[in-house]
């Protein structure tokens, strides 16, 4: 059998509601569980999965980032005492006295941990013990990292200690992030744009110059972003494409567009710069034109919005419906002579003026 653990082919994959259902049982029941290794790219959510699995059960969570520890933060630290040595084990390691009988060490970025902290996890993980050092009977140990192709600072597992392990890969899960998002109050704009967009959930790239990506972690960032800036311009745009990159931004932009009411583009039109996807600005076209037929904005800001939509020819043919709307009492308007030093050049719109000399 092929030894590396960071190979997709080996190792079973789950999606987070499966993988949930595994580690509520063993949390649920220390005195049979198996120490279970979860993989997976960043960012999907395999360290909330553990905390979450540690809440339902009503235990508490050690978390350890082994990728941060020396070997002696593991081990602990000699003690010359009485003409001897002793360790003194570290303090972050569960105390059944203090933490109580039973709980989760979590051994987080595993595979990213120098080898010498590694070897030390060796016996905690097989004997659930580190030189005199004894884990309390009721505690389960639980661990995760990246794969070896997930750009992160990896190392291969040693076979020694995989083999110490059952393995799962967690695989990315929409229907379960939407669940956690409807718990957490996440902004409904971006519930239905991965409702109705679920690959944008998870995109990883191995180019090492991507540096953004699209996965749960990211869009919880822009869930924070949404809640702090109402309405989605220019900045909020940038804002975004900085957590989930520039690509699934432009997408969850195209798609908010079309779900904001209109008086919201009126309060900030510079929205529109943003909707690159031709459909999504034919659309907002036939919603302005509504809603100006509708008298829920005025002539005034439709010609704002008419002179932010990114394509010139939709722009002129959304003042053409204008002028069918409003006749010549729309060349009147003061933002209409904003749309002509902007966009009117080249449009090719008879401008007030040939409308003078024809009458």
Known sequence: MNSDTGSLSVVPTMDARRLAELLDETVRQPDHAIPVMIWGAPGIGKSDL??????????????????????????????????????????????????????????????????AVAASAYQLILDRRLGTYHLPAGWTILAAGNRLDDRGITYAMPAPLANRFMHVTLTPDVEAWLDWAARRDVHDLLRDFLAAEPDWLVRFSPDPEVTAFPSPRSWAFVDRVLKRRPFIDATTFTHVA????????????????????????????????????????????????????????DLGQALVLATELPDDALSFGLIEQLHELAGDRLFDEPAFSVWVARRGATSGFPLREDHDADA
Do not use: K, Y
């Not at 809440?55 to 933060?73: A, F, K, N, W």
């Open 242 to 297: 900085a957590c989930v990159g520039r690509a699934a931004a432009e997408a969850f932009a195209d798609h908010a567009g079309r779900q904001t009411p209109v008086a919201d583009w009126a309060n900030a039109p510079e929205i529109l710069r943003d909707l690159r996807d031709l459909p999504a600005q034919i659309d907002a076209v036939r919603r302005i034109r509504e809603a100006v037929g509708q008298q829920r904005i």
């Open 50 to 115: 553990v905390r979450q699995a540690a809440e339902r059960q009503g235990v508490p969570l050690i978390d350890l980032r082994l990728s941060q520890l020396e070997p002696t933060d593991l081990r602990g630290i000699p003690l010359h005492e009485a003409g001897r040595v002793r360790w003194v084990p570290p303090e972050e390691l569960p105390d059944a006295q203090r933490d109580g009988m039973s709980g989760v060490l979590f051994l987080d970025e595993i595979n990213a941990a120098p080898p």
